[in-house]
């Protein structure tokens, strides 16, 4: 049947009977890529009905569709013109995982990060009234979403607008992991007494509010849609789906299905062997250090699994760990909280949703000089490569913040190393940045447990002529290239370790030019405001050439690491010729 | 009475009739202080029964109060040994305008953002949790900070942490201005009923809730807050206050006595004249484009006066006037929506308050490049000098955000040009950064409405030797120095307006190093990750010289501008001796 669905048009003609066989093959066809794939397995499986429901009531894209995170549109995608990139095996990665404007014009927004959905419905409506039109706003947010303050101002924003909005809450009972905070109360009531219950955030606000018992029933789903459809006021549908619904094993462990790699289809085992990462290594570093301090809590906004925090170790972590739902700027006031009365909280979490706290980090952290640990994952070209979850804009966003001190270790060793000093520190709050790709061991790195002495770069190496700064991940790559240009051209480098990345030594910096014409700096992140420039800037007056690696500001979708880094010169070889060039240009 | 409380054990000894003659004495001493030295008159009138009867109760230190924004602390601190500060004129300024715990033990952090007091406060609770102590932990809210999404999120972990929190709700029904969305149908509805109706969101997710109707009356006060006292279990208790109570005109003009400079207290007359400013010309020139633009919306985030938009203003606009309540990152959401949607925003936000948008920029708006418009207000150092209101951040923080073009006008010309060209572009976000100090005119300025050809540098006066980039509020000085560089060193040097500070203007800078040895930049704003650095890196392989004037990173609280300018060496006759011995040394 999917084949003469070419857009929402064709999906109008059928009978709702014929629409339940379509949702059968459907879903067939979503678990057939993505145990070939990989990518959102629960989320999508949920919304089946749903989506083809809506297709099947509005009229996208004159009727507009946001989808929360967006990591649960491909029965969207399948739906408006773009099933080939679910059946066809070479054509799998023509879509993104996520709604993408220049792919559709079905598809709003290019939107990865939690509880936006609402805000930026709420935009297009207001849009709409300005200029008068009559189109349907829709907005579909998970019930995992909802902890996130943006879902919250969104839905207190729609209400002041007062116009034609409708919102899809779509109830599986799970976030990334289970849920965790207040809201979830109602919405269990709310499912208890089938939507009956007097006391209901939603009608509070003033909301008009349905409930949906079954979110897998199509008529259901389609009587209501259309009894909203063209409303002039904002609707608010709480729909309970099934998170993995028909795929047994992902029904059984919604969590372990939320997203996952390729695998096999019958037995859910999986296709990918992979390496132990710092996740893990983390978790099991964390999960020993509580059960010898009472004092520490290990605090996640809804993504244990970034610390492989399973639930065996959350269980046995009991009161020392908190989820606090998706809600990553609550996460650091709460930290810099438990801190200020003298608890030690640790905080791991993606670089990528760092972003949404550079006020929390400012204000209710830095300003405090309240001494939290916070542990940043995938903040390198070796992160995540979809563009709306990037780690490459932590470094510049961290920069211009006083009083907290962000540490840049090298290998594995450094990290642990750091992290038992980070968890002593009593006077400031620590960021530790893990590095990228794989982990990286070095039995020789000498642990001190202390970093006290603020902004002091390392030397590893001393040389002469150019001096190499590497940054995290790419300090293994400086190495290499001071072996090689010893070897191959006999100069001896500088090599430098910085260690500390949220400040510069400015006495081995005031140092460099009185035996070195050039100083390189690489770092896994944008140039524009990064570590490297505040050197560029402080040597400015000198008389060394300064170099600075890094991608420039940009949104890369999708890339492969190698090549971005390439692109960008920032490869062994390259490196070597733009030094070697350089030196003997000074020579000259 | 109040020379006889040097600390909250004092106030004990009192009998609750002698707590409301203190009432009326702390009402008349922050009167005359007000009206001496201006500061938040509304908040704080508001506050001075429920502030004494939480003294009276509970044992701070001991017991830990948390204030939202901390802007209504003034009888907290009268209470705690600081009333000096508020009687006697010489000591006016000992204290700052929000809670400080360098000032005293009995404030836990310093706050001036809204919206993190119950993020907060559910830290303290649960880092007290851990240690096994037993201390109560009061956050105290105002109704217009329940609008922001951190608010709504620190209520939703204070419910999943469950023990002692109590969260007290002032609510004198206003934000700074009247507030806006959803939720205060509820408190509304909660006030109409005394705290009765069903339907109460905050019983809705968890909380014990208690109402008093009249937050100016001691004894219901006394009798809640010791119920609650030691309570096992969140509460919230809400209650009615009246915002500038006391003071006839304050009550009578809620908006205008939320802050205010000083003033006649019989009377209300102001004492300040103050001269017309960019936010009145801004208000100016937005009120009339809405005429003229039906598709034109003005949206702020609880803060209209930053461009004077006073009540006549906003009725006017009607429609195209939104105040989304205090939540920065919905406005950018959905303003971003607006644009998608083909309307036009424009959303003017003290630069401050920006911070709290990193992520929403990047990924709601910038990801998506949606043409909305953005003023930037206070971004200097000639804006708020309060610690947790500084307008020193925002260079660096949009720094290495993509797609977003962002302009620094260096006169009240080219401000309305940039403007008038903002509103006509449709393919990206354009932020422009309002200059800071006093309204500089520069009728030679010729208007292109034209900033079309991003990143290309306005060359003012080509010359050789030194190259002068002076940003936005700086252009000025730079014009200065290069005049008196002219006249008294027979130096012409070349005087650039960047206009861009998103990207620099690649071409003009690689002629740079043909006839100058030294380029200064001065930005008003940190040095790091700032503008200056990004010319200093992409110069750093030149034999250019290069200087990045700027405020280096820190929290500088309370400073004069002047100082904290001179401390940096930014002033003409520093930056002038610095480009001769500099230029000499080159000489050499």
Known sequence: MLENIKNPNDLKKLEIEQLSLLSNEIRQVLIDKLSNHGGHIGPNLAMVEITIALHYVFNSPYDKFVFDVS????????????SEAFTDESKYDNVSGYTNPSESEHDLFEIGHTSTSLSLACGLAKGRDLQNENYNVVALIGDGSLSGGE??????????NNSNTIVILNDNQMSIAENHGGIYKNLQKLRETKGECENNVFTAIGFDYYFIEDGHDLNSLIEIFKKVKNCKKPVLIHICTIKGKGLNFAEHDKEKWHWNFPFDKNTGESKINLDIDYNELTGQYISEKLKSNSNLVAVTSATPSVFAFNKDRREQAGKQFVDVGICEEHAIAFISGIAKAGAKPIYPVYSSFLQRTYDQLSQDLALNKNPAVIIVFAGSVYGLNDVTHLGLFDISLLNSIPNIVTLAPTCKEEYFDMLEYSLKETSFPIIIRVPGGKVLSNPNYKCTGDYSNINKFKIEKEGSKVALIGIGTFF???????????TNYKIKPTLINPQFISGIDKDLLRDIPKNHSLLITIEDGIIDGGFGQNIASFLGMSNVKVKNYGIPKSFPDRFIAENLLEENGISKKQIIDFI??????KND
């Open 151 to 160: 879902a919250y101002e969104g839905l207190n924003n729609i209400i002041e």
């Open 71 to 82: 990591h649960q549109s491909y029965v969207h995608k399948i739906l408006t013109g773009r």
């Open 476 to 486: 293994n790559l400086c190495e290499k290239i001071a072996n090689e240009l010893v």
């Open 580 to 585: 070697i060039k350089n030196l003997q240009i």
